[in-house]
Structures are given as structure tokens and as C-alpha cells.
């Protein structure tokens, strides 16, 4: 059996080519026609949200592939016959990456280094530091736990994990649940975020969970923006009592006017957490497992629908 495959790219198309599949070269944020018909759909998530529809309106479509983990986007639009699988195991090195880069960066005010930089202007800077202090790592999923994993050189204090249920795992350590949160946040320096976005965390981070955090802790959201609630976070960022680094936001894109933007304390990159050249050789190996699987009948991988 020949798949016809919906690809973003002609790097990805040339990659997947071969005798069971057949490429055709559609994006579904940029490109201006619908789809045309095809067995398969690869895709990575459009920044426009009124593209998102355009997954269910595929002729013939059997299968959405997703370049990322996150997929409650999609989810609405597509047909109950369709199923549906990400690119787990493939984009959590990258995500966890991001985040520890974003916490040395803010921790250690590069901002600041490249602004005086630009200024020519020599002024040693004394920061705080991620040695030693408390880390919180909100949500124990595939990203949480490599997150974890690369804080431990940097001798923090502590690290406490939360997730939706509190349990024992089989090494020993105790997960938190959220309902622990209130108790928790006043030790932490700083917290990651690592959740999706879906009813029960939606907005989880709001006024009353950012009054918790200790005076000047730093808030990491890789996850998805709408768990943070933008508008409590914005009146923190400008009282000066919190920062945050932020590769996620709500609204997303980020629109040029959004008073985000200008907070003192804020550090922000473009949803950019996944986007490495080591992820697109994973993701590609990946995507062609699954196009062998579906083209000889057998089940794909890290199907989620």
C-alpha cells in the first residue's frame, strides 16, 4: 500500500520518500489552499489558530503524525475515525534543554550582559545562581523528568517534583501532588512549568498560586502558555516582586502591542523549546517508523487518540 502523506517541508518529504510513501508538500499554517486528499497528515502545530481547523477537513485523512508532544490543539477538529500520534521520546531532550537554559539565563541576567554589551559598556554584574537554590518542577511528564535529570550538576538545594497525583516511586522518591502546592511554593527560588494545557490546568497559575512564590523566585513556563494566567503574571512582573522566563505564552503568538513584552524581569523566546537540528533527526527517524507501521497495517507509536 502507497500513503499519500501531507509533509510541512521538502527537507522532511525528501526524507520519508520511498516505495510505500508518496510526499506531498503541505503546510498547514502557511500554506493558502486546503489540503488536498491524503491517508496521512505530519504536521507541527500552526501558529494561527484558525488553521487548526484545517486537520479535520483532509479527504480521505486515516492519521495525524504530530511533530511535538502537545496535541489538545488538534483534538476538536478531527473526525472519531481519525486517529492520532505524537513525537514522544523525540523532542524531551530539547524541551529540557530550553529550560535550563532559560533558567541560567535568567538567574544569571544575561539579558542585562547583552543589553550593556550593545552599550559598550563594561559593568560586572552580581547575580543569583543556581547552585543552591530550590527548584520546583511542576509536572512529571517525559519533559519533567529530563528537566530533573539536567538540574542535578548544577547542585541545586533542593529539587521537589509535583504532579497531578502524589506518589512513591520505585527509587524512593516522593512526587507531590498540587494539592501541596500552597505549602510548597514558599520554599522555591524557582519554578518550572512543564504541563499541558487542558481543562485541569488551565489557568492553574494564577493570582493566588503566584502570591505563594517567595519574593523574588523566578517563574520557567515551558509547558503551555494557558496554564499561567497572563494577566496576574504581568502585575507581579511589574511590581518587580517575581520574574519569569517564558518560551510559552498566552496569547500565543505573542502580539507586537502585548504589555508583556516590556516587563522588567521577564525573559521571553518564541515557543523555540523543541526546535534543534537533533530533533528534527529524531522526529524524522520517527515519522518514518510510524509511515512503515501504517502503510504494512500494524499499530503506530505513542498513539494518544
Do not use: K
Not at 508538500?25 to 486546503?34: A, G, K, Q, V
Not at 547583552?114 to 543556581?130: G, H, K
Amino acid at each position: 500500500m502507497v500513503l499519500r502523506v501531507l509533509v510541512p517541508s521538502a527537507r522532511l518529504a525528501d526524507d520519508i520518500r520511498g516505495p510505500e510513501v508518496e510526499p506531498i508538500i503541505w503546510h498547514i499554517n502557511d500554506d493558502p489552499l486546503e489540503a488536498p486528499p491524503a491517508d496521512v497528515l505530519v504536521t507541527e502545530r500552526p501558529r494561527d489558530h484558525a488553521r487548526r481547523a484545517r486537520a479535520g477537513r483532509i479527504p480521505g485523512l486515516r492519521h495525524v503524525h504530530l511533530l511535538s508532544i502537545g496535541y489538545e490543539w488538534v483534538l476538536e477538529h478531527l473526525p472519531p475515525d481519525v486517529t492520532l500520534s505524537n513525537s514522544r521520546g523525540a523532542v524531551e531532550d530539547a524541551a529540557a534543554e530550553h529550560a535550563i537554559a532559560l533558567i541560567l539565563a535568567a538567574l544569571r541576567d544575561l539579558p542585562s550582559a547583552v543589553e550593556q554589551q550593545r552599550q559598550r559598556e563594561w559593568a560586572p554584574l552580581w547575580t543569583t545562581s543556581l547552585h543552591g537554590s530550590v527548584v520546583l518542577v511542576l509536572g512529571h511528564g517525559g519533559v519533567g523528568r529530563e528537566v530533573i535529570a539536567r538540574l542535578q550538576p548544577f547542585r541545586p538545594a533542593a529539587v521537589i517534583p509535583v504532579a497531578t497525583h502524589a506518589r512513591t516511586l520505585d527509587t524512593g522518591t516522593r512526587i507531590h501532588g498540587t494539592e501541596e502546592l500552597p505549602g510548597l511554593l514558599p520554599q522555591a527560588d524557582v519554578v518550572v512549568v512543564t504541563l499541558p494545557h487542558d481543562s485541569s490546568t488551565a489557568g492553574l497559575i494564577d493570582s493566588a498560586f503566584l502570591s505563594r512564590m517567595r519574593d523574588g523566585a523566578l517563574l520557567v513556563n515551558i509547558g503551555r502558555g494557558p496554564v499561567v494566567d497572563t494577566a496576574a503574571l504581568i502585575s507581579e512582573l511589574r511590581s518587580g516582586r517575581l520574574r519569569a522566563a517564558l518560551d510559552v505564552t498566552d496569547p500565543e503568538p505573542l502580539p507586537s502591542d502585548h504589555p508583556l513584552w516590556d516587563m522588567p524581569g521577564c525573559l521571553i523566546t518564541p515557543h523555540m523549546g523543541g526546535n534543534t537540528d537533533q530533533f528534527m533527526r529524531l522526529a524524522t527517524d520517527l515519522t518514518i517508523e510510524q509511515l512503515h507501521r501504517l502503510a504494512s497495517g500494524q499499530q503506530p507509536l505513542h498513539i494518544v487518540r
